[in-house]
C-alpha cells in the first residue's frame, strides 16, 4: 500500500514540474520575441522609421544618438551651419513596406542595419549605423545611433531666388545672407532626416522649374540643383518690350538712329526726313547669364525709305531697301516688383 501512495505523489510533481518548463519556456520565448521586437539593432531602427512613417519628426529625432547637434555633425562630417528649415513633419514623405533587409557587424562595436521602403512610392534602401549602449537587467540590450540619420541637401536654385517644397517657399539667402540679394545663383545647406525623399520645384512670375527629387542619406551630403527656366509670359514680356525699343529707334528720322542697332551711311546728300518701318523683330530667346538672362545676337529686318542726291552729278533718287541688323540683350533682370531691367548690347 505505501508504494501505491508514493507512486500517486509523484503525478502532481512531474505535473509542476511539467508547467513550470512550460513556464519558463514561454517566459524565454516572449523575453526573445520582445528583445527582437524592441531590443534589437533592427527593433531600434524600425522604431526609428515607423516614427518618421507617422510623421513624428520629434519622436524619431528624440532617440538617442538621432539629433543632428553641432557635435554629432561634425562626427559624421557634416557642415555644422546647415539650416534646420526643412526638419517639419508635414514634409515627410508618405512612408510604406518597411522592412529590414540585413543586420551585420561593422566596425568597432557597431551594427550596420539595411532597411528597404517606399518613400511616396520611390524604392528606397538605406543603411543606418548603430550600436549597443547597455542592457536593461542584463538581458535587453540599448541601442544608439553611432551615426546621426540626419543628412544633408545641399541646394542651388539656378536663375531664381527660391524653391518649394511640399507647398512651401523656401529662400536659401535666408539660410546663408553671404549672398547678395542681386544673386542670380543661390545655394544653402538644409538639414533632412534619411530615408526622406523630397521633391523640389520653383514657380513665379516668370520663371518654372522642373520638379527634382533629392534623398536624405544619413551622414551624408546630397546635392541638387533647382533649373529655373524662363516660361512663355517671361518671353512674351521681353518680346514686348525689345519691340517698344526697336519701334523708337524706327521713329528716329535719321540714318543712324541714336542707340539703337541699325543704321546706313550714305556718301550722297539726303532730301527730307528719312523713315524706317520695322520689317520683322528679333525673336527672343533667352539664355542664362553669368549674373543675368541674355539673348545672343539675333537677326532682324528693317526698312528704309530715304531721297538721295547725287553729289557727283546731282541726280535725285528715291530709295527703298530692307536693311538686315543684329541686336542683342546683355542683361534682363526680373525687379523685386516684377518688372524688367533690361540692357541692349551694343
Known amino acids: 500500500m505505501g508504494g501505491v501512495g508514493e507512486r500517486r505523489g509523484i503525478g502532481p510533481v512531474l505535473l509542476w514540474s511539467g508547467l513550470g518548463v512550460l513556464l519558463v519556456a514561454a517566459f524565454l520565448s516572449a523575453l526573445g520575441a520582445v528583445q527582437r521586437t524592441f531590443y534589437s ?19 524619431a529625432l528624440s532617440m538617442p544618438g538621432a539629433a543632428p547637434t553641432p557635435a554629432a555633425l561634425k ?33 568597432g ?33 540599448t541601442w544608439e545611433f553611432a551615426t546621426t540619420p540626419v543628412g544633408v541637401a545641399r541646394i542651388t536654385v539656378a536663375h531664381a531666388q527660391t524653391f518649394t517644397v511640399g507647398g512651401h517657399t523656401v529662400y536659401p539667402r ?3 545672407r553671404s549672398q547678395p540679394a542681386s544673386a542670380f ?3 544653402a545647406d538644409y538639414l533632412v532626416p534619411a ?4 521633391e523640389l520645384g520653383h514657380t513665379s512670375t516668370y520663371l518654372k522649374a522642373a520638379t527634382v527629387a533629392v534623398q536624405a542619406a544619413p551622414g551624408r551630403v546630397a546635392e541638387v540643383t533647382v533649373d529655373a527656366q524662363p516660361d512663355s509670359a517671361f518671353t512674351a514680356a521681353v518680346q514686348k518690350e525689345l519691340n517698344g525699343f526697336l519701334d523708337g529707334c ?13 543704321g546706313v551711311v550714305i556718301d550722297d546728300r539726303v532730301q527730307g526726313a528719312p523713315t524706317w518701318t520695322m520689317l520683322r523683330y528679333p525673336v527672343v530667346r533667352l ?40 541686336v542683342s540683350l546683355t542683361s534682363v533682370v526680373i525687379r523685386p516688383d516684377g518688372s524688367l531691367d533690361i540692357v541692349v548690347g551694343e
Open 185 to 187: 545663383t543661390v545655394a
Open 195 to 198: 530615408p526622406a525623399v523630397y
Open 287 to 326: 539664355v542664362a547669364g553669368t549674373t543675368a538672362w541674355t539673348m545672343p545676337q539675333t537677326p532682324g529686318t528693317v526698312h528704309l525709305s530715304v531721297t538721295v542726291q547725287s553729289i557727283f552729278d546731282g541726280t535725285v533718287e528715291h530709295r527703298e531697301s530692307d536693311e538686315k541688323f543684329d
Open 75 to 107: 562626427r559624421a562630417g557634416l557642415p555644422t551651419g546647415a539650416s534646420t528649415e526643412l526638419l517639419r513633419s508635414d514634409l515627410l514623405p508618405a512612408m510604406a513596406d518597411i522592412r529590414v533587409a540585413s543586420a551585420v557587424d561593422a566596425a
Open 41 to 59: 539593432p533592427e527593433g531600434f531602427v524600425s522604431a526609428y522609421l515607423s516614427s518618421l512613417a507617422s510623421h513624428d519628426l520629434p519622436g
Open 174 to 176: 535666408a539660410a546663408d
Open 250 to 262: 524706327a521713329r528716329q528720322q535719321v540714318l543712324q538712329p541714336a542707340g539703337c542697332p541699325f
Open 109 to 141: 562595436d557597431r551594427r550596420s542595419v539595411t532597411v528597404h521602403l517606399r518613400a511616396d512610392g520611390t524604392p528606397i534602401s538605406t543603411t543606418f549605423e548603430v550600436r549597443q549602449t547597455g542592457a536593461i537587467l542584463g538581458l535587453l540590450p
